[in-house]
């Protein structure tokens, strides 16, 4: 979305707030978390790689390098469980959810369903969820937004990894991570729980792969409390010895 933070937060401020058109935007400026940073008091960091499935260990260990990283610079840093992921599926719920976006896109395609790609093809022909299933990935989603509800009353961000992987080749399907042969779906896995509950993530670049590919890190946090990650993001950034460096195309 942008080269650096600052754009970002840039875009961010340009963009909060309502504008008179969009009935679901929020309507209050300055609305802010229901836990606020405290001034004098150090951010606190929690981070995880386990959770989200198998992890290439390089991208896990971008992570914890920018985790150190904070650290250094005075975060209070910990490594933690995530025992709502632990204990959730995210995959069903998600699916359930994206589903609602089906009909629209069946109307777009229409005619010219032989120009898709095999996953827009794919996307297109999916089965529409029960209301029961609507239901339940509801739920779910529910569940989750409370359990992160508690959990940043004690913690400002969460790193985990964006993607499991470097950067793969395009248009493919299976990808093998750490050993394992895993499918497209997996590259979402650490992104979709927080699309589910509508927590603020940032995505930021941190280091390169063997293979010369970039890393990255994925900042999570609290609803309403955008500032923080952008701080977050901000010192992430800084510390990236690499910042400068572009792939060679």
Not at 83 to 109: I, K, R, S, Y
Not at 202 to 214: E, H, K, R
Request: glycine share 10%.
């Amino acid at each position: 979305m942008a080269r650096s933070v600052r754009d970002v937060a840039l875009g961010y401020r340009l963009l909060k707030g309502p504008d008179g058109i969009d009935g679901f935007a929020i309507a209050a400026y300055d609305a802010g978390p229901m836990h606020r940073p405290m001034p004098g008091r150090p951010l606190r960091v929690a981070w995880n790689t386990d959770v989200f499935g198998p992890i290439d260990p390089q991208v896990a260990g971008a992570v914890r390098a920018a985790a150190a990283s904070l650290e250094r610079l005075g975060c209070a840093v910990d490594e933690v469980r995530l025992p709502m992921l632990e204990e959730t599926d995210c995959t069903e719920p998600g699916a359930a959810l994206f589903a609602e976006t089906v009909p629209d896109l069946q109307a777009l395609a229409a005619g010219r369903e032989d120009e898709l790609s095999p996953r827009g093809q794919r996307t297109v022909n999916r089965t529409q969820p029960s209301l029961a299933g609507h239901v339940a990935a509801g739920r779910t989603i529910e569940r989750l937004r409370s359990a992160f509800a508690a959990f940043f009353g004690t913690h400002d961000v969460l790193l985990c990894p964006v993607i499991p992987f470097t950067a793969p080749p395009h248009g493919q399907e299976k990808y093998e991570v750490d050993g394992r042969l895993v499918d497209t779906a997996q590259m979402m896995r650490a992104t979709i729980p927080f699309n589910l509950t509508g927590l603020p993530a940032l995505a930021v670049p941190f280091g390169f792969g063997t293979a010369d590919l970039p890393l990255g890190v994925q900042v999570v946090g609290s609803w309403y409390d955008e500032d923080s990650l952008l701080r977050v993001g901000a010192l992430i950034e800084a510390a990236n010895v690499d910042r400068s460096r572009r792939p060679a195309l």
